[in-house]
T-cell receptor, first 110, second 110 residues
Framework: DAKTTQPNSMESNEEEPVHLPCNHS???????IHWYRQLPSQGPEYVIH???SNVNNRMASLAIAEDRKSSTLILHRATLRDAAVYYC???????????FGQGTTLQVKP | EAGVTQSPTHLIKTRGQQATLRCSPI?????VYWYQQALGLGLQFLLW???????NRGNFPPRFSGRQFPNYSSELNVNALELEDSALYLC?????????FGSGTQLSVL
């Protein structure tokens, strides 16, 4: 299973952009990159996913490096409600496993 | 549209007992995943069911088992409960590689 590496924690100020990095140097050519987040006392929720090109949705943007060995989740204007643990995951279509690492705990300061 | 529902919300058992946790996926979703999240830890993959069949399981002992019914709902059974089984058990259903999580069952083993 391809592994991902994320910083344990990050801080941001409210209303500022946040860039959450993820390294996945063992990614295969067909692995999608998924991001989920888990707010306190809730199950994880889907944020965004992509394969090669950058992706945008109403929640965030995903910037994928040209060699696909790293990616960055971008929250354009952090709010207090964005404080959560963010997980970068490479789902395996063969095994069905979605391996959640420790993720990055994002703190947003007012 | 109803999301993934799990029951019960909380479950208290004693060592050696059996626990049964239930999950109803989003209508139209045929895949169900189970995860264990112990306090302060990340999500550990338990089981994956698709179309009524167990497709994959994580590194858990055989006393963790489950099944998926014809209506795609699922049960997770934990036999011979141990104190370290105390955790939040999360169920997710999947569509097009996106997981949708329930709010979980908090299992406490005393």
């Amino acid at each position: 299973d391809a592994k991902t590496t994320q910083p344990n924690s990050m801080e941001s100020n409210e209303e500022e952009p946040v860039h959450l990095p993820c390294n996945h140097s063992t990614i295969s050519g067909t692995d999608y990159i998924h991001w989920y987040r888990q707010l306190p006392s809730q199950g994880p929720e889907y944020v965004i996913h992509g394969l090669t090109s950058n992706v945008n949705n109403r929640m965030a943007s995903l910037a994928i490096a040209e060699d696909r060995k790293s990616s960055t989740l971008i929250l354009h204007r952090a709010t207090l409600r964005d404080a959560a643990v963010y997980y970068c995951i490479l789902p395996s279509s063969n095994t069905g496993k979605l391996i959640f690492g420790q993720g990055t705990t994002l703190q947003v300061k007012p | 549209e109803a999301g993934v529902t799990q029951s019960p919300t909380h479950l208290i058992k004693t060592r050696g007992q059996q626990a049964t946790l239930r999950c109803s996926p989003i209508s139209g979703h045929t895949s169900v995943y189970w995860y264990q999240q112990a306090l302060g830890l990340g999500l550990q993959f338990l089981l994956w069911y698709d179309e009524g069949e167990e497709r994959n399981r994580g590194n858990f002992p055989p006393r963790f088992s489950g099944r998926q019914f014809p209506n795609y709902s699922s049960e997770l059974n934990v036999n011979a409960l141990e104190l370290e089984d105390s955790a939040l058990y999360l169920c997710a259903s999947a569509l097009h590689e996106k997981l949708f999580f329930g709010s979980g069952t908090q299992l406490s083993v005393l």
